[in-house]
T-cell receptor, first 116, second 113 residues
């Protein structure tokens, strides 16, 4: 079974500073990896995904993530934080566990606070 | 593409009552998922439909829970004899194919009092 660990339940940065949210995964087969963002009382919006190919993935709102198989990591970064980035971020892994379901397994989330 | 729609957005119910939630996926998305999210946690998989067939159910889906997708379009999730532990956000997601993005609805927040 696959699993996701997000290091740090809460990350606080200053506006304009680097954002780094950490994600490690466990999977017995090649995974698909995702980062989602969730604003209060809202659903999840996809930031970026890795399926195959280039290991550095660029997403929306200036975010990017790098798939490192040797480290089983998929950390999310953004060079310069904006106040509007304050939200909860979820890393997720997807594998074909039978029936082509590709269900998502999520980490517990990291709450990002951006200070003015 | 009007997005995934969930109804209601909020539901408060007394313990022991039955509740039903509806999810309308993006049209032509044949794959539909239900997830449950409790406070401070990531979403957890409940069940998966491909067209009208329910192909997988999580162990989280006790006998009090039932989900349907009668014509391969909208889906319903019913909880019978609700308990306080059922209080959570219930999220629906749909996707068109295996290697495609899953789109989430805004969720139904259930509070059992």
């Amino acid at each position: 079974a696959q699993s996701v660990t997000q290091l740090g339940s809460h990350v606080s940065v200053s506006e304009g500073a680097l954002v780094l949210l950490r994600c490690n995964y466990s999977s017995s087969v090649p995974p698909y990896l995702f980062w989602y963002v969730q604003y209060p009382n809202q659903g999840l919006q996809l930031l970026l995904k890795y399926t195959t190919g280039a290991t550095l993935v660029k997403g929306i709102n200036g975010f990017e993530a790098e798939f490192k198989k040797s480290e089983t990591s998929f950390h999310l970064t953004k060079p310069s934080a904006h106040m509007s980035d304050a939200a909860e971020y979820f890393c997720a892994v997807s594998v074909n566990s039978g029936g082509s379901n590709y269900k998502l397994t999520f980490g517990k989330g990291t709450l990002l606070t951006v200070n003015p | 593409d009007t997005g995934v729609s969930q109804d209601p957005r909020h539901k408060i119910t007394k313990r022991g009552q039955n509740v039903t939630f509806r999810c309308d996926p993006i049209s032509e998305h044949n794959r539909l998922y239900w997830y449950r999210q409790t406070l401070g946690q990531g979403p957890e998989f409940l069940t998966y439909f491909q067209n009208e067939a329910q192909l997988e159910k999580s162990r989280l889906l006790s006998d009090r829970f039932s989900a349907e997708r009668p014509k391969g379009s909208f889906s319903t999730l019913e909880i019978q004899r609700t308990e306080q532990g059922d209080s959570a956000m219930y999220l629906c997601a749909s996707r068109r194919g295996e290697n495609t993005e899953a789109f989430f609805g805004q969720g139904t927040r259930l509070t059992v009092v």
